[in-house]
């Protein structure tokens, strides 16, 4: 059964604070994703992986770093948590290929920054 | 601003009743994905379509891709329950994906 997993299902963090969200995949996938989830806005993408210690920058990048060292681990960086980085974080794997393969999501981060 | 736009953004009906969700944008897309979502988890997918004027039916759901592949509809028969959920439509050209905001769907029962 493939799974993605997420190292917190709930954060509280303070402004300022640098923040660790860890995904880990079971599926030996190529590509994995990092999301942004907010009401009214559906999913936002922020980064991007094609592989180990390959990244590209999605549609909202600012703010945030990855890292991928490992490729079943894929980490977001908030180098410095702002209140408007509150949100839910979700994490997605899938095979190397056009962008009609399925996606696989993790269970999400709800992160709230006070 | 949304490069697929979905509507309605609520819907609640009676169990058994018919819903449909449209999915529009004026771009191409080379495939259109079609995801569930309920509370505290990540989206599934339900279907991709990937030719224009294509349908597929997954038991009481029915997915279309318009013929000029800009937009998509879904339609639920007889719904239960169990369909209630967060509904989004993905447009994918290259490597990601586009998604719209999404369409809650309640069905009481």
């Known amino acids: 059964d493939v799974k993605v997993t997420q190292s917190s299902r709930y954060l509280v963090k303070r402004t300022g604070e640098k923040v660790f969200l860890e995904c880990v995949q079971d599926?030996?996938?190529?590509?994995m994703f990092w999301y942004r989830q907010d009401p009214g806005l559906g999913l936002r993408l922020i980064y991007f992986s094609y592989d180990v210690k390959m990244k590209e920058k999605g549609d909202i990048p600012e703010g945030y770093s990855v890292s991928r060292e490992k490729k079943e681990r894929f980490s977001l960086i908030l180098e410095s948590a702002s209140t408007n980085q509150t949100s839910m974080y979700l994490c997605?794997?899938?095979?190397?290929?056009?962008?009609?393969?399925?996606?696989?999501f993790g269970p999400g981060t709800r992160l709230t920054v006070t | 601003t949304q490069l697929l736009e979905q509507s309605p953004q609520f819907l609640s009906i009676q169990e058994g009743e018919n819903l449909t969700v449209y999915c529009n944008s004026s771009s191409v897309f080379s495939s259109l994905q079609w995801y569930r979502q309920e509370p505290g988890e990540g989206p599934v997918l339900l279907v991709t379509?990937?030719?224009?004027?294509e349908v597929k039916k997954l038991k009481r759901l029915t997915f279309q891709f318009g013929d000029a592949r800009k937009d998509s509809s879904l339609h639920i028969t007889a719904a239960q329950p169990g369909d209630t959920g967060l509904y989004l439509c993905a447009g994918s050209n290259d490597y990601k994906l586009s998604f719209g905001a999404g369409t809650t769907v309640t069905v009481r029962a």
């Open positions: 379509v990937v030719t224009g004027g």
């Open positions: 997605a794997s899938r095979f190397r290929g056009g962008g009609g393969r399925e996606q696989y």
């Open positions: 599926m030996d996938h190529e590509n």
